[in-house]
């Protein structure tokens, strides 16, 4: 992990000394703005990818030679995707982790329930999971996050250790607010982006040949095009005897 006030010390350092060096003439103001978009650049980059474990420590995959997997979705509970989902995993005997989404968890609580009682996993996605979430202070993260343990433990009786940034981004106020929550960070090592193309072979292709043991896959109950891609998923693993098993599973095996 990266200490990020010494790394943002260090940056504004630079600057600093090439805002001094353009007064004196010494320099061009093109230094300043190159380093200024190569530094936004770089956090944008270390923000998105949750693997480089650079605010926080990130389970994105777990180092196995078994035929172990975990197939989580994100965004629910869905009142028409979410039951659909579950029949499928039922059918080909698979676990999976939903990381729902506080507000939905409030509007549908029989789902989270639902997805309880068939043994799978739930965790933490945010409260509001708004557009403008990576930009929350600790406290803003902090609340973010009970609020939605709260609620999940009212309506199950279970009490989540597992929380996924929305949209993946961590961020150092993010960071801190795990620290003090403490729950384990999950990541991805394949990414579906079911929410971005809309053809299910292209989508289902992309995740089977990235398939590897201790993979974590990330798709989403909240939409239509899902349900086809998550079907395809689940005849391959089960033709070559993939077990789909929960994160809380993934995470402790040996
Ligand atoms: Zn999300």
Same mark, same amino acid.
């Given at each position: 992990?990266?200490? $990020?006030k010494l790394a943002s ?43 480089? #474990?650079? $605010?926080?420590?990130? $389970? ?11 197939? !989580? ?10 039951? @659909? ?11 999976? +982790? ?18 309880? #009682? ?5 965790? #933490? ?10 930009? @929350?202070? @600790? ?6 996050? @009970? ?35 403490g729950p384990i960070c ?18 289902? #292709? ?32 089960? !033709? ?5 098993? +929960? ?8």
């Amino acid at each position: 992990m990266i200490n $990020f006030k010494l790394a943002s010390s260090f940056f504004t350092l630079i600057c600093c000394v090439f805002i001094l060096f353009i007064v004196l003439e010494l320099l061009s103001i093109w230094w300043l703005i190159i380093s200024l978009l190569v530094g936004f650049i770089l956090l944008g980059m270390v923000s998105f990818t949750m693997s480089w #474990n650079c $605010f926080t420590q990130a $389970f994105t995959h777990k180092k196995t030679t078994k035929k172990i997997i975990a197939l !989580t979705f994100d965004d629910g509970p869905h009142p028409e995707y979410t039951p @659909k989902v579950l029949a499928l995993l039922k059918q080909y005997e698979a676990k999976a +982790t939903f990381f729902c989404i506080g507000k939905h968890v409030e509007k549908h609580p029989e789902i989270v329930q639902a997805i309880i #009682n068939q043994g799978h996993s739930i965790g #933490n996605h945010s409260y509001t999971h708004s557009n403008t979430i990576a930009f @929350k202070s @600790k406290q803003g993260w902090l609340e973010e996050i @009970k609020r939605t343990d709260a609620l999940i433990t009212k309506i199950t009786g279970v009490s989540t250790k597992l929380f996924r940034p929305p949209f993946g981004v961590t961020t150092p106020h993010l960071a801190a607010a795990l620290k003090v929550t403490g729950p384990i960070c999950v990541g991805w090592n394949i990414r579906s982006f079911d929410t971005f193309f809309k053809t299910p072979k292209i989508i289902s #292709n992309r995740v089977l040949n990235h398939i590897h043991p201790g993979s974590i896959i990330l798709l989403h109950d909240k939409q239509e095009n899902s349900l086809a891609v998550l079907e395809h998923i689940l005849q391959v693993l089960h !033709t070559e005897h993939y077990d789909m098993v +929960t994160i809380n599973t993934l995470y402790d095996e040996k």
